[in-house]
């Protein structure tokens, strides 16, 4: 194998991925399975994760799935998580923390002001993105610095570099779990091994069921004003696929990206770089 092919070979390693179950977390577990990586699909709806395991079961090789019912913001939920995957898998090298989301509650609308947000909507969207990126850390993070080697990947988000007009909770989430990721990529380098690694993923624009809504006319699919404007900031004119990830995520989950740590890597379509003029 070329010496730095051998950089992007997964065999043996094992990776649990929260909310696994999705189309993006989905999409990032079926690269890194097809490449010979173990998988373990935390997800708090175990009937998703069966499925997601049957899909990746059914494109055959050298790996190996499971499905766990997990609820992020529960820390015992994730400890018993993590033994199902030890005893399992023996180990764990990687940790995708992509479990997150926005719920409309949470978004001003034009006869719903930032004044009459729902409290426990707010409160549920910086649970999810923020401390349901903490959490698994904690627990998973503990193993690798036992072991003295990991590497772990948040999602993160294009709000967090520039926040977006109507979801004032999801921005902050998110830009609270892009300030972790520098944060968790200092302190396991320093007291517990320059072998860990964290980094994380900005995500542009895609269109998935959590921002449909806001992007897309209901019934006719047609884009509002809102997704128009974003195509008309982004210089390679398209919303994102869940495919448009994977290069970002295999690098940084791989000893390709050995020297990178504690960074935030947009995979945008130029978003972030377009001044708008």
Not at 23 to 35: F, H, P, R, S, W
Not at 152 to 175: C, D, E, Q
Not at 193 to 216: C, Y
Request: proline share 4%; net charge negative; hydrophobic share 45%.
């Amino acid at each position: 194998m070329s010496e730095f092919l051998k950089y992007f070979d997964f065999s043996g390693a094992t990776f649990v991925v929260t909310g696994g179950a999705g189309v993006i977390c989905g999409a990032m577990a079926q690269a890194l399975y097809e490449l010979g990586a173990n998988i373990s699909i935390f997800d708090h709806n175990l009937d998703a994760a069966n499925a997601m395991v049957s899909k990746l079961e059914a494109l055959g090789g050298s790996g190996h799935a499971q499905a766990v019912k997990c609820n992020v913001l529960d820390l015992q939920s994730i400890r018993d998580g993590a033994d199902q995957v030890l005893q399992k898998f023996g180990k764990v090298d990687g940790l995708i923390n992509g479990a997150g989301g926005n719920k409309p509650d949470a978004t001003t609308t034009a006869s719903k002001t930032f004044f009459d947000l729902d409290t426990d909507a707010i409160r549920w969207v910086f649970d999810l993105n923020l401390l349901g990126t903490i959490l698994p850390s904690q627990v998973i993070g503990k193993h690798m610095a036992q072991r003295k080697q990991g590497v772990i990947l948040n999602v993160s988000s294009m709000n967090a570099f520039r926040p977006l007009t109507r979801i004032p909770a999801y921005s902050a989430a998110k830009a609270g779990a892009s300030n972790f990721t520098q944060w968790l990529a200092v302190h396991m380098a320093q007291e517990y091994s320059p072998e860990i690694r964290v980094n994380a993923i900005a995500p542009g624009f895609l269109l998935t069921d959590q921002n449909r809504f806001l992007l897309t006319e209901e019934g006719t699919g047609a884009l509002t004003a809102r997704g128009q404007q974003i195509l008309n900031m982004t210089p390679l004119a398209r919303f994102g696929e869940p495919e448009d990830l994977i290069g970002a995520t295999l690098w940084l989950l791989s000893p390709a990206s050995r020297f990178v740590t504690g960074v935030v890597v947009p995979v945008d379509g130029g978003f972030n770089a377009f001044s708008g003029v």
